[in-house]
């Protein structure tokens, strides 16, 4: 198990963690709703025909038809809001901030389950990992920030985004408990294009953008989220949802060695210690590690995450 789950975490780690590096880049000459609707349309040129490889066209229409209007919820809840949260997000903050702020996901997704799905309680050592997660982004906003309140508003954006990605995630739950998730990801795509266009036009560069801007642009698209977004399903097929949500830790230090060693940004005392405690309170409020030790048919039979951050 370990030879194939390995590489295939490290893949997706390496690709979602490059993601914020390639948006710092962009952001500087292309405004946030026009990246991110050229991300979602080159991403939709990718997996559409992988779809209509896979179930072939005429399955293909009638799946993305049986997500009706519903499917616009999809695309503005985990593609065009926090995509552009994020985006403004950075340009106030360094890219590894970013992802730790976004590492907030998994806290946001047990805090929801209190309201869509009662039954489920968090006490004890969960409801002690969701504060000491909420703790961390306080301290990853800090008192004093480096770039002062724009930066605590760009990381507070970005929280933002997570809960939209949280909300997302139980939605899709909800509605589309049984929809490939290859279908849930082309439609996010696709309908967060078509939301993000009136945006984007009012947005849309003055002059053509650097070689930089425009690769950086294409490799959200491509590969930071259509490739990306193939292999994830890969490691959730083949390892289950437990196995596979460790992603989320691996995102924030990959991005933080991306900024510090391309883009020469400085690691803070308030990013560290927000990581730390970011990334311990998933841990608890999840129950990730409790998860991952479980075996067999109750591994498997836990919950598809939505399309995650990045």
Aim: net charge neutral; charged share 10%.
């Amino acid at each position: 198990m370990v030879r194939g789950y390995v590489p295939l975490l490290a893949i997706v780690a390496a690709i979602w963690g490059a993601s914020y590096l390639f948006i710092k880049v962009a952001v500087d000459e292309v405004e946030p709703s026009a990246m991110m609707f050229f991300r979602l349309v080159l991403a939709t040129a990718v997996l559409l025909p992988v779809l209509i490889w896979r179930l072939g066209a005429r399955d293909a229409a009638g799946e993305l038809r049986a997500t009706g209007w519903k499917g616009f919820a999809i695309g503005f809840l985990n593609a065009s809001f926090p995509f552009v949260l994020i985006a403004w997000g950075e340009k106030y903050v360094d890219s590894g901030v970013a992802a730790i702020a976004n590492a907030t996901v998994p806290i946001f997704v047990v805090l929801l389950a209190l309201k869509f799905n009662p039954s489920e309680r968090v006490h004890g050592v969960r409801l002690a990992g969701i504060l000491v997660g909420l703790a961390g982004v306080g301290v990853l906003a800090g008192l004093h920030p480096e770039g002062g309140w724009y930066a605590v508003a760009g990381t507070l954006a970005i929280v933002v985004a997570s809960l939209s990605y949280a909300s997302a995630n139980h939605f899709v739950q909800h509605n589309y408990g049984t929809t490939a998730p290859l279908v849930i990801a082309s439609v996010s795509c696709a309908t967060g294009a078509l939301i993000l266009l009136p945006f984007a036009i009012v947005q849309w560069p003055e002059q053509v953008p650097s070689w930089e801007a425009i690769g950086s642009i294409v490799a959200l698209g491509v590969f930071g989220t259509a490739i990306a977004l193939l292999f994830f399903y890969r490691l959730l097929k083949r390892y289950g949802a437990a196995r596979a949500s460790l992603v989320t830790y691996l995102l924030p230090p990959v991005a933080l060695f991306y900024g510090a060693f391309i883009l020469d940004e400085s690691i803070t005392l308030n990013a560290a210690l927000g990581l730390v405690l970011i990334l311990a309170g998933v841990a608890l409020g999840s129950g990730a590690g409790t998860r991952l030790l479980r075996r067999g048919q109750n591994a498997e039979a836990e919950p598809e995450p939505a399309t995650p951050p990045a």
